[in-house]
């Protein structure tokens, strides 16, 4: 820079200068005296004017400086960036933050670009209040880190004295944004507003409060995940009392009205409670569109007197018409009514002794009304808990009751029981064996409660276990290891109930006693530790767990059961980790040591782990490919289970839907259609009509169902599976879209295509939200998208769902699966469409190829790809090429389908349009075959119209063709 750059500058920092504490005099009088004194500065520096209007009014609406965009031309006048700062290059304007202006910058480092957001505070450079708060937000971000808090990398002050700092760049949108644009449903908004309270609650943990929470200053990133922003006005909670009295003059002013509290209107002490209200306004304006209260104007005496006077409407009663969560939320105000009417009024209730303590309380509030637990806000009456516990296990009220009543008596005897051994028996081995059949009976009893074991629905039994455990932290207490050992019975109750949380406190209670136990002991310890590992997710510390107990005792001859459920635990890992050779060698080792053991007191608990072995195997060998081998283990299971629980039990029809699945991937439908009949005809009798294991036989039934093309039967049972989905609550599970998926199928036989179309797109986003994007399960999702795109002569869209899903296919498994098959197909026959046949032939010779190998040369996926591969011959004039490979799958198709089947027609078609010879009959039949298309599939279908496009250019008919 040159001297004449600088001429001006002294004026310019008194001006500014003045300005500033002119703002600070204005916002620290008292309410009342404000016009005042707004009008005694302007008639002594009248200079200062719009500028410090301009700033007092900014300060007296619902949206800070942070809500401004970065094409306002005030922010672009306000302040200009050094084109670089510490090493980043500043890019561009983001916008503004409370007290600065923010810019997008980028450095390179090592041949690694690093993007980040700047923020300056222009105005520090003359304003302390400016500078004390922008050195605040400096000093918070430093003390946190947090996935869900926008991360600090450094700060400093730039060659012009402004202050700035170096924050991680967020690329996303505000909270109310990204909610409306994504269109949340109330419980989709409310889990993405949890990860907010996550973010508050390691704040309140630190002692620290925001004071400044709102949705301007929460964003959410492209993989939805929130970052909390903007701390410019947050502070300790152990702050001193005079600056306490310092920031609500001056801080307290500058928060937004919208989401602040009434004790922060008032100047009053500000605890954690003040962030619950403003997080209870956002959640407010989430879920119903607008705030309870109307800060629009610049009255600050009204808008204070609503905020600290006025009873905020309930949210069911306050929501905004044209809301977009109206569109994405069927009835709202039904949704909203009740429990969430409750959590929001606590969350923003004037008095702050009557809010959520902290963000982490009104966190667990709103996760127990997802899960339809009682909460914090309603009250806690008999006839509510009641409610809850109805919403839970609809069927199972009335067995529960008499289970409950019986398991209380049993576990009353048990303890008695306990008491009176205490008193009577001494460390003898055979003193120890009693005590621990009294546990294991116990835990016999308990899985009466499992609908898999005893037939019915889900008991609830969670009161008694919490009241057992209450007396047991009272009982015992001379008596370590038999309190040890009932902990980890306990445990490993609420650990067959999934209740994880219970299954590790107590089992972590269970190790707190110095005891010197037996390995066979130790080993029962770790496998319910495995388990509960396994059930964390935690399969490879599960894994370890149990490799580090066989490395500790390798001189212990393990019981031939312990060892077997050692394996078969070792073997589930194994497979869930992908280990797939390493699993089936352990399985198998595990079965021939079953077969040389002959001990009849273990027999049956030998022979249901031989048969759970199988069942295993048969899983794995699945995975790998091998078919043959599955069919041997499925069967292995199946005989074991029904020989020894007989044909109704669950085991057994859990072996034999298995079949039923492998019957129909081997295209054996009618075999299939009469294991799924058995399955559900039992479900049905003994677990009802809305059980979500009947649904799941329904399922299997209707999708065999619409392979034997029965449409009408099939859609029936899609229609039952997902009534008892709903019931079950699982309208958000990937059983839930399974049956979308295939009551999608059944609409396109019907040639809805646009409902066919919204089924699988609805399907598809539930599975992408709980799978993830690049999971190969979407695959087929994805290839019903492309057919009903092609069903709609859309073939570019088409093609490009098939690769969709040939890519999820391949990156997740290459070419070891057959189904990556289906997408190969469809991608030739789309390039046949598009006029490009070299790439259609390769694609159908790999698929051709592929299903060979996997499925064989009888099949009828084999059959589908033999007719494309007979469609490109005829498109390239290959004819004899074509005739070969139509009469292959007209035989296929023969032997498989009826007479009038669209795909035996289609194949009928194609072969008699190949046919040199055409007389009367042959002319008949091509008409009758296209007959069949058409009415399958509509006239305007591409597949018909292919079909009348080849009658007219290759044979001779008197078939009208469609219009």
């Given amino acids: 820079m040159n001297e004449n750059e600088h001429c001006n500058t002294n004026n310019y920092d008194e001006h500014w200068d003045l300005l500033w504490r002119s703002f600070e005099q204005i916002i620290q009088s008292p309410k009342e005296q404000q016009t005042k004194r707004i009008e005694q500065i302007k008639q002594q520096h009248p200079q200062l004017f719009p500028e410090l209007e301009n700033l007092i009014q900014s300060h007296q609406t619902d949206s800070s400086v942070l809500d401004r965009e970065a094409s306002d031309p005030d922010f672009q006048m306000a302040f200009k960036p050094p084109k670089s700062i510490g090493g980043f290059e500043i890019l561009e304007p983001l916008g503004s933050g409370g007290l600065g202006d923010v810019y997008k910058a980028r450095k390179q480092e090592d041949g690694f670009s690093r993007t980040v957001a700047i923020k300056f505070a222009p105005a520090g450079k003359y304003s302390p209040m400016v500078l004390d708060s922008f050195n605040n937000e400096l000093k918070i971000l430093l003390s946190l880190n947090h996935p869900h808090i926008e991360r ?492 020894r629980l007989g044909p109704q039990h669950h085991a057994t029809l859990k072996s034999l839907s298995a079949l039923g699945v492998l019957a129909y991937t081997q295209g054996h439908y009618e075999l299939a259609r009469s294991r799924f009949e058995q399955v559900l005809n039992s479900r049905i009798e003994h677990l009802g009509s809305k059980h979500f294991l009947t649904a799941d036989a329904h399922n299997r039934l209707g999708a065999t169902e619409y392979e034997l093309g029965q449409l009408t039967a099939a859609e029936i049972h899609y229609n039952q599976a997902l009534d008892g989905l709903a019931a079950s609550g699982l309208r958000e599970s990937i059983k839930f879209t399974r049956v979308l998926n295939n009551l999608g199928l059944i609409k396109r036989q019907q040639t809805q295509y646009q409902a066919a179309e919204q089924l699988f797109l609805q399907a598809l986003e539930i599975q992408a939200q709980l799978l993830g994007q690049d999971n190969p399960d979407l695959a087929a999702m994805q290839n019903n998208l492309g057919l009903t795109a092609y069903d709609q002569g859309n073939f570019q869209q088409a093609l490009e769902w098939f690769e969709q899903a040939y890519q999820v296919q391949f990156h997740a498994n290459g070419l070891k699966n057959a189904k990556i098959a289906f997408a190969m197909t469809n991608m030739g026959r789309m390039y046949l469409k598009l006029n490009q046949p070299d790439q259609s032939r390769v694609w159908i010779n790999q698929a051709l190829q592929l299903r060979a190998e996997q499925l064989g040369t009888d099949h009828l996926l084999y059959a589908a790809t033999l007719m494309a591969e007979a469609e490109w011959a005829f498109a390239v004039n290959s004819y004899e090429k074509a005739v070969k490979s139509v009469e292959n799958a007209l035989k296929i198709r023969e032997s498989q389908l009826d007479q009038d089947d669209w795909r035996l027609a289609d194949s009928r078609h194609l072969w008699h349009s190949l046919s040199e010879q055409k007389d009367m009959t042959t002319h008949q039949q091509l008409c009758a075959d296209a007959e069949i298309i058409k009415l399958r599939f509509g006239q305007s279908h591409p597949r018909t119209q292919a079909i009348y496009h080849r009658m007219s250019e290759h044979t001779v008919t008197n078939c009208s063709h469609p219009e």
Wanted: proline share 3%; glycine share 4%; net charge negative.
């Fill in 152 to 643: 600090l990398f450094e700060g400093g002050v730039s060659s012009d004295n402004i202050p700035y700092l170096v924050v991680e760049f967020i690329d996303g949108e505000h909270i109310d944004s990204y909610c409306d644009r994504k269109q949340l449903n109330v419980k989709q908004r409310i889990k993405l507003f949890l990860q907010v309270c996550q973010a508050v609650a390691v704040m309140h943990q630190s002692l620290i409060i925001h004071r400044d929470i709102k949705a301007s200053n929460i964003m959410v990133d492209q993989n939805g995940v929130t970052k909390l922003l903007d701390f410019g006005l947050a502070k300790l909670t152990d702050s001193k009392q005079s600056e306490e009295l310092n920031e609500s003059t001056v801080s307290g002013f500058m928060m937004t009205l919208a989401y602040a509290s009434p004790e922060q209107i008032r100047g009053q002490n500000i605890t954690t409670a003040s962030d619950v209200y403003s997080l209870g306004m956002l959640l407010y304006y989430l879920l119903t569109g607008r705030l309870p209260y109307s800060v629009e104007g610049h009255d600050l005496v009204a808008i204070s007197q609503q905020i600290t006077g006025k009873i905020p409407p309930l949210a069911s009663q306050n929501i905004k018409t044209d809301a977009p969560i109206n569109a994405s939320q069927t009835a709202l105000q039904k949704k909203l009514k009740g429990e969430l009417d409750a959590i929001l009024a606590k969350a923003i209730s004037k008095n702050p002794q009557r809010r959520y303590v902290s963000a982490q309380q009104l966190a667990d509030d709103l996760a127990r009304h997802l899960s339809h637990e009682p909460v914090l806000a309603k009250p806690d009456t008999v006839i509510y808990r009641m409610r809850k516990f109805i919403q839970r296990h609809p069927v199972g009220v009335v067995m529960t009751t008499l289970v409950m009543l019986s398991l209380m008596l049993l576990s009353a005897m048990l303890f008695q029981r306990s008491q009176e051994l205490q008193s009577a028996l001494v460390a003898t081995e055979a003193e120890k064996q009693r005590v621990t059949h009294v546990t294991e009976f116990l835990i016999d009893v308990f899985k009466v409660s499992d609908p898999i074991q005893n037939q019915s629905d889900i008991v609830d039994v969670k009161d008694l276990l919490d009241y057992s455990s209450q007396q047991l932290a009272n009982q015992f207490n001379q008596e370590p290891a038999t309190k040890a050992k009932l902990y980890q019975t306990l445990g490993s109750v609420y650990l067959n109930m999934s209740d994880i949380d219970s299954a590790e406190r107590l089992l972590h209670q269970s190790t707190q006693f110095e005891l010197d136990l037996p390995p066979s002991e130790q080993l029962t310890a770790t496998l319910i530790q495995a388990e509960l590992l396994q059930k964390k997710g935690q399969l490879k510390a599960a894994l370890q767990l149990l490799t580090q107990y066989e490395k500790n005792h390798a001189d212990f001859k393990l019981p031939v059961v312990a060892d077997l459920k050692m394996s078969l635990n070792k073997g589930q890992l194994l497979y869930q980790l992908g280990a797939l050779d390493l699993a089936s060698e352990t399985l198998r080792v595990a079965s021939e040591k079953l077969l040389q053991h002959s001990n009849s007191n273990e027999k049956i608990k030998g022979e249901q782990l031989q048969a759970d072995i199988h069942q295993l195997l048969g899983n794995v060998y699945w995975k790998k490919g091998d078919l043959k081998q599955v069919e041997i283990h499925y069967q292995r299971s199946f005989d074991s289970n029904s020989s």
